[in-house]
């Protein structure tokens, strides 16, 4: 059975820090690219950060760059989501997701919030 399970968000005040974790199972998580989308109430989910299965090449939406970084550890079938300097606007549901040729797999979601 194929999971992926967030984990790791919370309530943070603006400027802290927090790291997500997704924890997958059920596939070959060295053969998926992997990603951090977000969803804000009344907003369009949005890709925060992509890694490719080797960890070789990252991307990052220009709102998050320089404050967010992408990792994983296919030896944990884990990949992470460091955020720093986070901001109000920052806040939302954060969810992963892993991408291979004709399969694509999402978790549930960790909620983020940022608030003083």
């Known amino acids: 059975q194929v999971q992926l399970v967030e984990s790791g968000g919370g309530l943070v005040q603006p400027g802290g820090s927090l790291r997500l974790s997704c924890a997958a199972s059920?596939?070959?998580?060295?053969?998926?690219?992997m990603s951090w989308y977000r969803q804000a109430p009344g907003k369009e989910r949005e890709l925060v950060a992509s890694l490719s299965s080797t960890g070789g090449s990252t991307s990052y939406a220009d709102s998050v760059k320089d404050r967010f970084r992408i990792s994983r550890d296919n030896a944990k079938n884990t990949v992470y989501l460091q955020m720093g300097s986070l901001k109000p606007e920052d806040t939302a549901m954060y969810y992963c997701k892993a991408l291979s040729v004709g399969r694509t797999y999402w978790g549930q979601g960790t909620q983020v919030t940022v608030s003083s």
């Open positions: 059920g596939f070959t998580f060295s053969r998926y690219a």
